[in-house]
């Protein structure tokens, strides 16, 4: 029984844990794929987004556009050796979105903020 208990308080202290690394943004950026995942690019300053999509988005219909989102950043959990092979490095921080809009239809150099 204390095992059980000890299990279980160390799952919620995890799960705090994770929680107080969480933040509510906003940002705009370019969808791109790498590795299979969607990733936002964004320049100013230079970051990128591992994305999440929640409800009904469809992060295909934004491919290569400029977006605008809103949702939720957390630390990322892409471990996968060959994720890192394929693109470098895998990103530091997942954006769970709660909302997308695209800003325009094409992504450039200097569109990525």
Same mark, same amino acid.
């Given at each position: /029984? $204390?095992?059980?208990?000890?299990? %279980? &308080?160390? %799952? ?14 906003? /940002? ?5 794929? &790498?590795?299979?995942?969607? =990733?936002?690019?964004?320049?100013? +300053?230079? /970051? !990128?987004? @591992?994305?999440? &999509? =929640? ?7 934004? %491919?290569?556009? $400029? ?16 994720? #890192? =092979?394929?693109?470098?490095? +895998?990103?530091? *921080?997942?954006?769970? #979105?709660?909302?997308?809009? !695209?800003?325009?239809? @094409?992504? !450039? *150099?200097?569109?990525?903020?």
């Amino acid at each position: /029984m $204390r095992q059980v208990c000890f299990a %279980l &308080a160390l %799952l919620l202290s995890a799960s705090f844990a994770g929680a107080k690394d969480s933040k509510q943004v906003t /940002m705009q950026g370019c969808v791109s794929k &790498a590795s299979g995942d969607y =990733t936002l690019m964004k320049q100013d +300053p230079a /970051m !990128t987004y @591992e994305l999440q &999509a =929640t409800g009904k988005i469809k992060l295909s219909h934004y %491919l290569g556009q $400029r977006v605008e989102v809103t949702g939720t950043t957390s630390p990322s959990m892409a471990t996968s050796s060959d994720a #890192i =092979t394929k693109a470098g490095a +895998p990103s530091p *921080v997942t954006l769970t #979105i709660s909302s997308i809009k !695209t800003v325009s239809n @094409e992504c !450039t *150099v200097n569109s990525v903020r």
